[in-house]
């Protein structure tokens, strides 16, 4: 006789000899599986949570070569270690995905990158009880794209052999679609958070609460441990937090202050049944600002350097710049010029002692250093590669960027770096599209242009690839080395041409904008681009908190007599909503072979707004100029405007009466502030002269 014992003091017993009648088999099995659970670890994973951004592809943009539309997908898994000790995983741990490791999903040119232990060549991660690590990949195409799944095996060296969880890769019915980190004063850590939610699902979702998982310091920064949920202070939009169907909605969170190192966002949702639902993010914690870039300011000057010269910075000061492509500089940031001039660093940022200092932090925008990686000289760098070049900085305080420059491939490299951007432009410069495959004007085709619009379609691809995530682009201003595309003269943009280009991008909600080029040199060759950047740069400056706290909820294509008329778009927040009108009924001029806006038109827009704005307090318009009335009528789930405009008109929904005041007197500090520079090359002959004669000592 063979006992068998389970859980059960009762022994059980089978005659070697007899076959178990049916009930004796149950009881075995039961005895069976009591044996394993008592002798088998526990499973030390538990999947909280998947994020999933599908791929997208524009159908509007227009290439030699045709587009890949087998679309994949970006995820994040949410992994929370259940066990009572500290799990260990080297990067020689045994991770495979649908029976493959990551190395050879990214040989097999099925992943385009990955963040899994293996990738972290030479750091093992300890995972405390409790806490919480987040690891990606990015799927290339439809096999790793939605509405598929994934077993996700992870050997941790148990004598249970590999665990395995199953990965459910869907399109998200709700989402966060944009999570911003501010913060107040001159602090450089952020002491409040922003979230949006895009409910897609065919009921209301009410937001209930949320909380943070951070590391304990920066040097544990992939094991994230639980802050305490936030529920009573989160001032909710709308108030009562009920977000209906197909509509948006989101939380002010007051934090307190937050080291700047990466965390896991975790919202709870409740439904009409009562169904709780966690939606999660994960992205580095960095105090966002709308940072306004002059591009590549150090410029050699002789024996010294552009930001050597007082009366450049202050031309820069004048626009609103207060970022640039460099870092240290001898002869300027160390000088009272970084003081009374600061322009925020972007470049390499190494050795990281002195960059990631508490002097220098307030001075960062972003580490940019890799270029343009999708033509990497003539050879691509891999997404894989790009990642491996930025991992060092995952530790640091200091947020990644990368240049990104193709929409037909860009979504490969899409969650590689913190705060990801794009340069792309639309008159008279190399571009990766063909702008002659473009039948935008009736048959028309040109070379030297390309549709001004498909900047917008452009921000929001790259938004919607890294979302939550904030994003910037490079907008096209003067450059004093572009020569003349197809038959062209004009070697940069006319100031309609660049306004429309920022604005497209602007209105698509992009948190900081840099001008592709604003050297000593490009602004001495095209001055009449000045007072129109300088005009953006004050507009921006006025409604840069919409920007910041705001999520893009609306986009819409208008079109007249079967031709595109205007692009309508809303970028809406707590504080209310900002509407912008962009002029589509442009033409090529065959002649100059420039773009021509017509004249102001009447003009009726009707623009969406979500649920929590649709009691404003007021309405009326934006610019440089002023904030003037409108004729508005609210109704129906949104705004209609009349007005008689062209090119750029900008509106402004507000939740609360003080608004537009608030707008007027910022735009008068801005005014004075550049005045304040007392150097105007636009408008003072003798200021323009100065800047070229600083040429002269080339």
């Known amino acids: ?51 999933v951004v599908p791929h997208l592809q524009s159908a509007e943009m227009r290439y030699r070569k045709a587009p890949d539309f087998s679309l994949g997908a970006r995820v994040e898994v949410f992994l929370r270690n259940t066990s009572a000790e500290t799990l260990v995983l080297p990067p020689l741990t045994d991770v495979r995905l649908r029976g493959r490791t990551p190395e050879e999903l990214l040989q097999a040119d099925e992943w385009a990158w990955h963040d899994l232990p293996s990738a972290w060549t030479n750091q093992t991660l300890r995972l405390p009880p409790g806490a919480l690590t987040v690891w990606s990949w990015n799927g290339k195409r439809a096999p790793w794209g939605t509405n598929t799944q994934a077993e996700l095996a992870v050997d941790a060296g148990g004598s249970g052999g590999p665990q395995r969880l199953s990965v459910p890769i869907q399109a998200p019915a709700a989402w966060l679609s944009a999570v911003t980190f501010l913060g107040s004063g001159t602090e450089v850590r952020p002491d409040s958070m922003v979230f949006h939610v895009a409910n897609r699902t065919q009921g209301r979702l009410r937001i209930e609460a949320c909380r943070l998982w951070l590391p304990a310091d920066n040097g544990t920064w992939r094991a994230l441990l639980p802050r305490p949920w936030i529920s009573n202070r989160l001032e909710r939009f709308p108030t009562d937090g009920v977000i209906p169907a197909n509509d948006r909605g989101g939380a002010r969170v007051p934090t307190g202050p937050l080291p700047l190192t990466y965390a896991a966002v975790e919202v709870r949702l409740v439904d009409d049944g009562g169904k709780a639902v966690s939606l999660w993010a994960h992205q580095r914690i960095k105090r966002e600002a709308f940072d306004i870039s002059g591009g590549w300011v150090a410029d050699g000057l002789g024996a010294g350097n552009t930001l050597h010269q007082e009366r450049y910075l202050q031309a820069l000061a004048r626009m609103h710049v207060n970022a640039g492509m460099h870092q240290h500089v001898p002869g300027y940031s160390d000088t009272p010029l970084f003081e009374r001039y600061p322009l925020k660093y972007m470049n390499r940022l190494q050795p990281f002692d002195r960059y990631d200092s508490e002097a ?54 899409a969650g590689v770096s913190d705060y990801p951007h794009y340069d792309a432009y639309r008159v008279t410069a190399p571009s990766p599209d063909s702008w002659s495959g473009y039948d935008r004007w009736g048959g028309q085709r040109i070379r030297w242009g390309a549709p001004l619009e498909t900047i917008g379609e452009m921000s929001r691809s790259l938004r919607e690839l890294n979302r939550p995530r904030p994003v910037a682009y490079w907008s096209q201003g003067p450059h004093h080395d572009w020569n003349g595309y197809g038959g062209r003269k004009r070697g940069s943009p006319t100031p309609d041409e660049l306004r429309l280009q920022a604005y497209h991008a602007l209105s698509s909600r992009i948190t900081s904008l840099y001008w592709f080029n604003l050297s000593l040199r490009s602004l001495a060759t095209f001055p009449d681009l000045i007072e129109p950047m300088t005009r953006v740069g004050r507009e921006i400056r006025m409604l840069e908190e919409f920007q910041l706290e705001g999520d893009a909820t609306s986009h819409e294509r208008v079109m007249r007599d ?66 003037s009335p409108v004729d508005a009528s609210v109704s129906d789930g949104g705004v209609t405007l009349r007005d008689r405009t062209s090119r750029v008109a900008v509106y402004v929904v507000a939740a609360s009466d003080g608004e537009r005041t608030r707008i007027e007197s910022r735009r008068r500090a801005l005014i004075s502030a550049e005045e304040a520079t007392g150097f105007d090359p636009c408008r003072r002959p003798e200021d323009l002269a100065t800047l070229r004669n600083l040429l002269g000592t080339r």
């Open 1 to 51: 006789m063979t006992p068998i014992r389970g859980s059960s003091p009762v022994p059980i017993t089978i005659p070697w000899f007899a076959a178990p009648n049916p009930r004796t088999l149950v009881r075995l099995c039961a005895a069976l599986t009591a044996l394993m659970t008592m002798v088998a670890p526990a499973a030390p994973l538990s999947l909280d949570g998947v994020h």
């Open 360 to 413: 220098l932090l307030p001075r960062i925008h972003a580490v940019e250093f890799l270029g343009e990686p999708q033509y990497g000289g003539g050879k691509p760098v891999s997404p894989q590669a790009c990642w491996n070049a930025l991992a060092p900085y995952a530790p640091t305080r200091l947020p990644t960027s990368i240049t990104h420059s193709e929409e037909r491939l860009w979504r490969f490299y």
């Open 562 to 627: 079967g031709k595109p008329d205007w692009d309508l778009d809303v970028v809406a927040g707590p504080r209310g909503a900002v509407l912008f009108a962009l002029d589509l009924a442009y033409t090529p001029d065959p002649e100059e072979r420039v773009f021509r806006f017509g004249s102001p038109r009447e003009a009726t827009f009707r623009f969406a707004l979500p649920a929590y704005l649709r009691k404003p307090a007021a309405v009326f318009r934006v610019d440089a100029d002023g904030v």
